[in-house]
């Protein structure tokens, strides 16, 4: 398990800043062969057989770990989309684990950390993620690094065979309040993510893979389920931590983006997601253990150009073609 004091990450507070004796780092690519998905990632944490590995290592966590919880009915995998947000990710982990042990979930966080140069594709890293981990964890919470759950009546339970169980509802999320809003933080059985077939790979930039989705979850027959008698509101549920100002969000459209993400994609999806794994390793925040894994993604920019607005793939692949 790597600490965070000696984490094998570059320091960049050269580059962007230090606040509080605490270091922004950036997350880099490590130089590792690919690891492609693994077929039981946790197997010798729950004692399911061995870890299949590929190339490169599984760093292992110690042997008491608050997530293996090899009685519990249900385990819940925690999938934590990221890129370049460590500062929120200090205040996310010791939050959500307090708030989920507070409740006595069996979970375990994963990171999905996105290294490759194309932009942020939220909903391809969770395809990702629940590809790495589906054999041991029998639900996913995709869950925001910076929305903090502040009220315990939220109960991250295992959701019921109705659908996915929305926990940031449009009547609880400070910022989003239509009704068909899936996104912030959703529970889904690993059956039912199954047969939505994951998410659409398409969404490269910020917003709409959450639309998309409740598609895919009407369209499999499945309703969202929300918690019910909340006492508290959209000012006081949550905690929301991004500060818009420091990172803006990337919903510059381009090529033919916009025509094509306003579609019920029925081309992508969990069994099409392109990436390689070029590192899983452990991370200690405040005594907390959490897995990251170092994800490229790749693009197809005949089908997906706007992965990168600048032109620059699109122009590389008509070279090599």
């Given at each position: 398990?790597?600490?965070?004091?000696?984490?094998?990450?570059?320091?960049?507070?050269?580059?962007?800043?230090?606040?509080?004796?605490?270091?922004?780092?950036?997350?880099?690519?490590?130089?590792?062969?690919?690891?492609?998905?693994?077929?039981?990632?946790?197997?010798?944490?729950?004692?399911?057989?061995?870890?299949?590995?590929?190339?490169?290592s599984v760093t292992p966590a110690p042997k008491e770990?608050?997530?293996?919880?090899?009685?519990?009915?249900?385990?819940?995998?925690?999938?934590?989309?990221?890129?370049?947000?460590?500062?929120?990710?200090?205040?996310?982990?010791?939050?959500?684990?307090?708030?989920?042990?507070?409740?006595?979930?069996?979970?375990?966080?994963?990171?999905?950390?996105?290294?490759?140069?194309?932009?942020?594709?939220?909903?391809?890293?969770?395809?990702?993620?629940?590809?790495?981990?589906?054999?041991?964890?029998?639900?996913?919470?995709?869950?925001?690094?910076?929305?903090?759950?502040?009220?315990?009546?939220?109960?991250?339970?295992?959701?019921?065979?109705?659908?996915?169980?929305?926990?940031?509802?449009?009547?609880?999320?400070?910022?989003?309040?239509?009704?068909?809003?899936?996104?912030?933080?959703?529970?889904?059985?690993?059956?039912?993510?199954?047969?939505?077939?994951?998410m659409s790979n398409q969404y490269w930039g910020w917003?709409?893979?959450?639309?998309?989705?409740?598609?895919?979850?009407?369209?499999?027959?499945?309703?969202?389920?929300?918690?019910?008698?909340?006492?508290?509101?959209?000012?006081?549920?949550?905690?929301?931590?991004?500060?818009?100002?420091?990172?803006?969000?990337?919903?510059?459209?381009?090529?033919?983006?916009?025509?094509?993400?306003?579609?019920?994609?029925?081309?992508?999806?969990?069994?099409?997601?392109?990436?390689?794994?070029?590192?899983?390793?452990?991370?200690?925040?405040?005594?907390?253990?959490?897995?990251?894994?170092?994800?490229?993604?790749?693009?197809?920019?005949?089908?997906?150009?706007?992965?990168?607005?600048?032109?620059?793939?699109?122009?590389?692949?008509?070279?090599?073609?």
């Open positions: 398990m790597v600490n965070i004091s000696t984490i094998n990450w570059v320091f960049v507070c050269g580059l962007s800043f230090c606040m509080g004796g605490i270091a922004v780092l950036s997350f880099m690519p490590l130089g590792s062969d690919c690891i492609c998905p693994l077929s039981n990632p946790l197997a010798k944490l729950v004692g399911s057989g061995p870890v299949q590995k590929k190339s490169a770990q608050d997530h293996v919880h090899s009685t519990a009915a249900h385990k819940m995998a925690v999938l934590v989309p990221f890129r370049d947000r460590f500062e929120e990710l200090l205040q996310f982990v010791p939050h959500i684990t307090d708030f989920l042990r507070r409740q006595g979930v069996a979970h375990h966080i994963f990171l999905l950390n996105q290294v490759d140069r194309f932009r942020f594709n939220r909903a391809s890293l969770i395809n990702v993620g629940f590809q790495f981990c589906h054999e041991v964890y029998d639900y996913i919470a995709m869950h925001d690094v910076d929305l903090l759950p502040r009220n315990d009546d939220l109960l991250y339970e295992y959701p019921s065979n109705m659908g996915p169980l929305h926990i940031a509802g449009p009547k609880l999320h400070p910022k989003y309040h239509y009704d068909n809003f899936v996104g912030g933080i959703l529970l889904v059985r690993r059956e039912h993510f199954q047969k939505m077939n994951g917003g709409l893979e959450d639309d998309e989705f409740f598609v895919r979850i009407r369209d499999a027959g499945l309703q969202v389920t929300r918690p019910q008698n909340i006492k508290t509101g959209i000012n006081d549920t949550f905690g929301h931590i991004h500060n818009r100002h420091h990172r803006k969000r990337d919903t510059q459209k381009c090529f033919n983006q916009k025509e094509m993400t306003r579609k019920r994609d029925h081309k992508t999806g969990l069994d099409n997601v392109k990436y390689k794994i070029l590192k899983v390793q452990g991370l200690t925040i405040e005594g907390i253990d959490i897995t990251v894994l170092n994800i490229m993604l790749e693009c197809d920019v005949n089908k997906t150009p706007w992965c990168d607005c600048s032109g620059t793939a699109a122009a590389a692949s008509v070279v090599q073609t």
